[in-house]
């Protein structure tokens, strides 16, 4: 029999759980990047791709669900605007 001892407040984690710890907001941090692509360069393809990675995120209780959703939606719209002022030049057609 062993006996292991281990100290007070050392917490043990195996390397699936540093994983797991590390992933945490991987879906909200993909929608947040692609979210700000999409601010400057082709919103209508890439705002769609943000919405459903912030969705996705939203749906896997990560804890920046909420920010990459609101950006995934802000963003794109504020693209859209900037490139339609830039083709009407410089008004609102």
Do not use: Y
């Amino acid at each position: 029999m062993q006996i292991h001892i281990a100290r007070a407040g050392a917490a043990h984690r195996s390397g699936k759980e540093d994983r797991m710890a590390a992933n945490k907001n991987s879906k909200s941090t993909a929608a947040i990047i692609v979210a700000i692509i999409s601010l400057l360069i082709l919103p209508i393809v890439f705002g769609p791709i943000a919405v459903v990675l912030a969705a996705l995120a939203k749906g896997a209780e990560e804890p920046n669900a909420n920010t990459a959703l609101t950006l995934s939606i802000a963003l794109p719209l504020l693209g859209w605007l900037i490139g339609w002022w830039a083709v009407c030049g410089g008004s609102f057609c």
